[in-house]
Every structure is written in structure tokens, then in C-alpha cells.
């Protein structure tokens, strides 16, 4: 069965990029989002497997988004994709509930695995 992923990044390249990642390891990826705002309608309706999500977006943020999809349901699997240094916030997404978080640029393989652990959850 192949995974359902939700991208969301504010830039168009990081999310094709992210999604053909995604599509070459045999993922469905169901949806893209730009901003918190999308990434929350869209996880509500479409119900994903998993969501990558950009930290910085306009609208709503990443760990704003994450938060209003965890506050309501609580085992979406969320994994952050920055360019921000990745100890710098690691542990406050960890307090939020997101799962991981990959720093740009990464291997397809690393999202790749971050993904496959975050199922095994």
C-alpha cells in the first residue's frame, strides 16, 4: 500500500522537488499547500497518510498549522522540512508533536525514511 503524503512548502520547486521524491519511492502524494492555512483545510479533507511541511509560510506557519491539525486530531503524522537550522528547533517541534524534522536541502532517501518511521508509529 503505498503512503498518502501531503506536501506543503511556500515554494512551488520545494514542493516539486519534495513530490518527486515522493512519487519515484512509490508514494501517493495527494495534495500540495503553500501556506499553514491550505495545509490545514487540506489535511481535514483529504485525510493524508503524512504531512511534509515548510516551517516559514505566510498566512499561518508551519508549527501554527501543526498544532491546529494535532489539536484535532492527534495522531497526524507531521514532518517538518526547513531551511532553518535543524538543532535550533528540533526540540520545539518535538513539543508540538511533529515527528521529525529534515533540514533543506536533504537526500531524497532521508525523507524517504523519515517517512517509512513515521508510519511505524
Do not use: C, H, W
Request: charged content about 25%.
Amino acid at each position: 500500500m503505498a503512503f498518502r503524503i501531503l506536501v506543503v512548502d511556500v515554494s512551488k520547486l520545494a514542493r516539486t522537488l519534495v513530490k518527486n521524491a515522493l512519487l519515484e519511492a512509490g508514494f501517493e502524494v495527494v495534495g500540495e499547500a503553500a501556506n499553514g492555512r491550505e495545509a490545514a483545510d487540506l489535511y481535514f479533507k483529504l485525510n493524508p497518510d503524512v504531512v511534509t511541511m515548510d516551517v516559514i509560510m505566510p498566512d499561518m506557519d508551519g508549527p501554527a498549522a501543526a498544532k491546529e491539525i494535532l489539536g484535532k486530531e492527534p495522531k497526524a503524522r507531521i514532518i517538518m522540512v526547513t531551511s532553518l537550522n535543524q538543532q535550533s528547533i528540533e526540540g520545539d517541534m518535538k513539543k508540538v508533536g511533529v515527528l521529525s524534522v529534515l533540514t533543506k536541502p536533504f537526500e531524497p532517501r532521508a525523507l524517504v525514511d523519515s517517512i517509512q518511521s513515521a508510519m511505524a508509529t
